[in-house]
């Protein structure tokens, strides 16, 4: 079974900073782009980063451009989302994903695999 697992969300005040990881079982993405997507209440989920398989290049939503890193180890099969300076507009769940190409990715319907999401509150 093909597994995305979250974890390293929380409450937060704004200004603090999280990291989440999101680590693969049951096949590997070592050689698939990888993304972080967030779902806010009542909202459409939005997309939040992107790596591509190698880890050399990335993409960012506007609003956490020059707050939030994505990273990978390819090792672990594992990737990760280091947040900082965070806002109490980042509040939502935030969800890994397993891309069907090689590179970055920006469109949810890129992605064939999900995890279950981690809620992020951040208190103002």
């Known amino acids: 079974q093909v597994q995305l697992v979250e974890s390293g969300g929380g409450l937060v005040q704004a200004g603090d900073s999280l990291r989440l990881s999101c680590a693969a079982s049951g096949r590997t993405f070592r050689n698939n782009g990888m993304g972080w997507f967030r779902q806010a209440s009542g909202k459409e989920r939005d997309f939040v980063a992107s790596?591509?398989?190698?880890?050399?290049?990335?993409e960012y939503a506007d609003s956490v451009k020059g707050r939030f890193t994505i990273s990978r180890d390819r090792t672990k099969d594992t990737v990760y989302l280091q947040m900082n300076s965070l806002k109490s507009e980042d509040t939502a769940v935030y969800y890994c994903?397993?891309?069907?190409?090689?590179?970055?990715?920006?469109?949810?319907?890129?992605?064939?695999?999900w995890g279950q999401g981690t809620q992020v509150t951040v208190s103002s």
């Open positions: 790596i591509n398989w190698s880890g050399g290049f990335t």
């Open positions: 994903a397993g891309g069907r190409r090689l590179g970055t990715m920006t469109l949810s319907h890129e992605y064939d695999y």
